[in-house]
């Protein structure tokens, strides 16, 4: 097999569909490999070890994740208008068994931290870049008066993040999206100007 940047990219998206049903440590590299269509030889060819590859494919998923969110809230209205459009993109993965399943931070959180400090730094760095632009949005949001004026966007931001990731982790334990419905709700009575 000749080595391209897309066996690289093979790698990571079969590595990452497979992590979203048997964790990190339950991943196998021969089922990984096989799942991927590669020989050995590839794996290492792009990845020094089994680590380096999981801090790769968190690193790969937070950039497309901050590319989706990027293009919900860069789309017209109010801030108020993209925080319901963002919100909406929750509850409509949610809804369709989307978010909680395909969401690598529900996942692999708890167990990545304890196994991997590479891994961890970097889903870490992908958490603080969402929180980041979701507290511009909130302070976009004083500014054109559709949100509440907040002494410290960054902290609820935070707030918003964590009872979201609550949510969806209670979203795939029951099958429902209540949860999730609850918290985007909370939210926006929260924010409301």
């Known amino acids: 097999m000749t080595e391209t940047p897309n066996t690289r990219q093979t790698i990571l998206d079969a590595g990452q569909a497979l992590m979203l049903t048997s964790g990190f440590a339950g991943l196998g590299l021969s089922t990984l490999l096989k799942a991927a269509g590669v020989p050995k030889g590839s794996f290492y060819h792009w990845f020094e070890s089994k680590e380096d590859f999981g801090r790769a494919a968190i ?20 801030a108020a208008d993209k925080l319901d459009r963002f919100f909406g993109a929750w509850m409509s993965d949610a809804a369709s068994a989307g978010l909680a399943e395909r969401c690598l931070v529900v996942k692999l959180g708890a167990e990545v931290s304890d196994l991997s400090e590479a891994m961890r730094a970097a889903m870490d760095r992908g958490v603080q870049q969402f929180i980041g632009r979701l507290a511009v949005l909130l302070g976009q949001g004083a500014e054109d008066g559709s949100l509440r004026t907040l002494a410290d966007p960054q902290s609820e931001a935070r707030r918003i993040y964590a009872s979201l990731l609550g949510a969806a982790i209670l979203t795939r334990i029951s099958r429902d999206d209540v949860a999730l419905r609850d918290a985007t709700n909370d939210a926006r009575s929260r924010l409301k100007p």
């Open 59 to 78: 690193e790969v998923y937070s950039e497309s994740y901050i590319t989706r969110l990027d293009a919900l809230l860069e789309g017209p209205g109010t």
